[in-house]
């Protein structure tokens, strides 16, 4: 679920130039977690021990209002298509006013997208993107690179 105040942003280049992603209504930010590395030396122990190894990022998601016309929609539905990798940029507020915001920003592409029904017979899309780089960065807090 998402905060209020929080922004979405996406650039399909580098360097990076943010597009708002208009209604979005709930976000599911990517899970990590480590393989675990056997590390045991027998003869010394019973116990198992263990390393963290490489880490696994998971899908993340975020759902919209519905609008066919939309610019952004549509085009994430041609992203999908062409299995384009672009940038994400989700940014959290660090104030209750929502001026300053730590931005998280990471690669990916769009695995699927599917319409669906919110309350009161409310149209939604919800769009499913795959994980694609070699890390999750993080902006300082600051003003909105989002524009």
């Known amino acids: 679920m998402i905060g209020v105040n929080c922004k979405f942003g996406y650039s399909e280049s580098s360097p990076v130039s943010w597009t708002a992603i208009p209604n979005v209504t709930e976000f599911e ?58 940038w994400w940029l989700i940014e959290i507020p660090t104030n209750d006013a929502g001026t300053t915001f730590v931005g998280f920003h990471l690669q990916g592409r769009i695995g699927n997208f599917e319409p669906t029904q919110g309350k009161e017979d409310e149209q939604l899309t919800k769009f499913t993107v795959i994980f694609d780089s070699t890390s999750i960065g993080e902006s300082p807090s ?3 690179q989002i524009s």
């Open 29 to 86: 930010f990517p899970t990590q977690v480590a393989d675990r590395v056997d590390k045991s030396v027998y003869g010394t122990s019973r116990l198992k021990r263990n390393e963290p190894g490489m880490e696994e990022v998971g899908d993340f998601a975020f759902t919209v209002i519905q609008d066919l016309s939309n610019a952004v929609q549509r085009r994430f539905r041609e992203l999908k298509a062409l299995r384009t990798n672009i």
């Open 142 to 144: 600051g003003a909105s």
